[in-house]
């Protein structure tokens, strides 16, 4: 198989390990890759999918757990990656449902204040949900659901 290139920041560049993990949807290749060396945005896809495809699994303990321990990578980097999207798309950020799946986790998890702090979070980046109400709306129905806990 011939050598395949991406473009990234405007440049054609060979694509990597991360690259072809991420856009493989395998979710044991992602994991497998998360320690390979790769620029900016094919690490944040590579952190988005693994989170993804571990929250729509989310029912089993062990991609709970995972989901989580990638979801808390991902918010750790974004603050390297978020600059790197915008500048290599159009100014602007991409969604990203790290948050909003992270946030949806803690919250069922019974961790209502790290889920608000995770929604607080991503509207400090200038985020959206995808949600008419957004992260306000989000951070709302999650202190509803801390009040009815504790009464």
Not at 46 to 72: F, N
Not at 118 to 143: H, M, P, Q, S
Request: glycine share 8%; aromatic share 10%; charged share 25%.
């Amino acid at each position: 198989m011939g050598e395949s290139f991406t473009l990234r920041f405007g440049k054609l560049v060979p694509t990597d390990e991360v690259f072809h993990a991420w856009t493989s949807g395998d979710l044991g290749r992602m994991v497998r890759a998360l320690d390979a060396p790769t620029n900016p945005i094919d690490r944040h896809f590579l952190l988005l999918g693994i989170v993804k495809e571990t929250y729509r699994l989310r029912s089993e303990p062990a991609m709970a757990s995972e989901c989580a321990r990638v979801a808390e990578m991902h918010l750790a980097e974004f603050q390297t990656l978020g600059p790197a999207l915008k500048s290599d798309g159009d100014g602007s950020l991409p969604r990203v449902s790290t948050f909003q799946h992270y946030a949806t986790l803690l919250t069922e998890k019974g961790d209502f204040e790290r889920a608000v702090w995770v929604c607080e979070l991503a509207k400090f980046y200038g985020l959206d949900d995808g949600t008419r109400a957004g992260f306000d709306g989000r951070i709302a129905r999650i202190r509803r659901k801390l009040e009815a806990s504790q009464a």
